[in-house]
Each structure stands twice: as structure tokens, then as C-alpha cells.
């Protein structure tokens, strides 16, 4: 069985600049169907709109545009595609060394570096902090190689000091370990994202990494704080989330897209995994697919 692999994505300074700043026009970054990791750290704000993010095992969809902040080597797929609607996309992305290996070490910088580590869960931002770090990277864009640093650390620093954020992934979650580790979590995650409308077997998947189903299970729950059985289902829930928020297609049909193949079971899971029925959920965002 063919899988296909993690993409490193290699990343390139702006010109003159110790960091990159890419702002992306509506519908040029659509990289949505594509795992990556690097070893940058990443600032995302995705600017209006409504989409699926992935980041590690986090799986979720947003609507009114997404803020995050994702640490060195965390895998994630791109947030927009030609369906999200959002305006624009704005990534920042800068190596943890970026500024000296001492420099977040600094006592000035002390708080800022707890906030990076903590970004190898994966950090979402919401509120007014989302809307007033958006408009802070919005503006970047025209601005002088030093204008843009002393602005991205007041970027950091505000968000070290927001209350305004989830973490997304359990305490404990990174992919930062072995090179063997890395691959082989990854090759699990694309395979969910490829075939999760079909039955996945767990003895599939653990064969397709070369473990056994035990240890598979073992290793999967040590490296994710949940089950594969739990990391499969909440990827289809939050896919049958995209397609209530943007398709106007009956429920039944939303649940048999989404990989269920009990309608029964699928409403039960919905409910409990969102606090709402299916059609409640479709009502509260009607607005999306209008």
C-alpha cells in the first residue's frame, strides 16, 4: 500500500529579514489538503472565513477566521482553499534561533519563551486579541525590515499576556522526538485524511507502520492523550461540521459523508462532541452557506 510522507516544507527569509512574512490574496494558499511540519515556528491569521485546521491531533473547524501559533515541527495542514472565504492569509514564520541562541533566554524575554514552548501543542487565539493581532500583522506588510521585528515582538508579547487562547493538543503533545517517531505518527495522519469516509482498521494501520496492534495502540494514545478510535471519530465529526456550516445537503447525507455508517451513532457522537444536534448546529451557522 502506498502512503505518502510528511512534506518538510522549507522556508526562506524575506528579503533582508532575519524572519519570513508572506501575506497570501484570497484563494493563493490553498495547501489545506497538505500535512507539513518545519522546523520554524509559525503565526497564522487567517483573515474571516470558515475552514477545517489540523494541527498535530488537534482537528477542529473554525469560522470568523483563525489566529495560531504553531511550534518547530508540529505537523499541520494549510487553513484556506478555494471554499473557505476568507479575505486574505498572513503566515509569519521565524526559527526559534532566530534572533541568537540567548536572545528569548534574555530575563526580558523569559515570559515570551515559556509562550514558545508552549506553541509545540499548538496555540489557537480568539476575541479581541485575535482581531487586534490581525490588524497588527495586516499592517506589517508595508512596513521596514526593523519595523516588522519590533512589531512581531510585540506581536509575541501580546499574546504571552492574552487569556484570550487554547492550547490544542494535550500537555505533554509533541512531535519533537525521533526522526522514526516523526514519520511514522505522520503516516498516520495522512492515511486519516485520505481514507476517513471509509472503515479504517486498526490492525490496518498498525501494520501500515510496521507495529503491532497493542503496541500500535499504546504508542498512539502515549504520543496524542486519545485513542486512535477517538482521533478517527472526531476527524469525520469535524468534517461533518464543515458540511452542515457549507453545504446545503440533507443530514443524512452529511453523516454518510462523513465516514458514519449508523446515523444513529453519528447524531449521539455530534451532540456530545459539539453541545448541539446536527440541525442545531447547521441553524447556528446558516449564515456560512447563505
Known amino acids: 500500500m502506498k502512503t505518502i510522507a510528511p512534506a518538510l516544507e522549507v522556508v526562506s527569509n524575506s528579503y533582508g529579514s532575519s524572519f519570513t512574512y508572506t501575506k497570501h490574496a484570497q484563494k493563493t494558499n490553498s495547501k489545506s489538503h497538505l500535512l507539513h511540519y518545519h522546523p520554524e515556528i509559525e503565526i497564522v491569521f487567517v483573515n ?32 484556506t482553499n478555494e471554499k473557505t472565504g476568507n479575505k486574505d492569509e498572513i503566515v509569519i514564520h521565524f526559527k526559534p534561533e532566530f534572533l541568537g541562541s540567548d536572545f528569548f ?20 487565539f480568539g476575541g479581541a486579541t485575535k482581531k487586534r493581532i490581525g490588524t497588527k500583522m495586516d499592517l506589517m506588510e508595508n512596513k521596514s525590515p526593523l519595523e516588522r521585528l519590533v512589531t512581531l515582538l ?21 512531535l519533537e522526538m525521533q526522526v522514526q517517531d516523526n514519520d511514522r505518527i505522520n503516516v498516520v495522519f495522512n ?24 503496541s500500535f495502540c499504546r504508542y498512539f494514545k502515549k504520543i496524542s492523550n486519545k485513542t486512535f478510535t477517538e482521533f478517527v471519530n472526531e476527524y469525520r465529526l469535524v468534517h461533518a461540521s464543515k458540511l452542515l456550516a457549507e453545504k446545503p445537503i440533507s443530514i443524512n447525507d452529511v453523516c454518510y459523508e462523513s465516514g458514519f455508517n449508523n446515523f444513529s451513532h453519528f447524531s449521539k457522537s455530534f ?3 459539539t453541545g448541539k444536534s446536527a440541525s442545531e448546529y447547521r441553524q447556528e451557522h446558516r449564515s456560512v452557506i447563505m
Do not use: W
Request: hydrophobic share 35%; net charge negative; proline share 4%.
Open 154 to 174: 510585540s506581536i509575541l508579547d501580546e499574546l504571552e499576556s492574552t487569556e484570550e487562547y487554547t492550547v490544542l493538543n494535550a500537555d505533554g503533545f509533541s
Open 191 to 214: 492515511y486519516v485524511k485520505d481514507h476517513f469516509q471509509e472503515p479504517i482498521s486498526i490492525d490496518e494501520i498498525s501494520s501500515l507502520v510496521s507495529m503491532t496492534t497493542p
Open 48 to 79: 474571516g472565513g470558515a475552514g477545517k485546521r489540523q494541527i498535530g491531533s488537534h482537528i477542529s473547524y473554525y469560522t470568523n477566521g483563525s489566529l495560531v501559533l504553531i511550534g518547530s515541527n508540529l505537523p499541520h495542514c494549510g487553513f
Open 105 to 124: 533566554n534574555a530575563p526580558e524575554m523569559k515570559k515570551i519563551q515559556k509562550l514558545l514552548n508552549q506553541a509545540k501543542a499548538g496555540i489557537a
Open 271 to 273: 451532540k456530545q462532541y
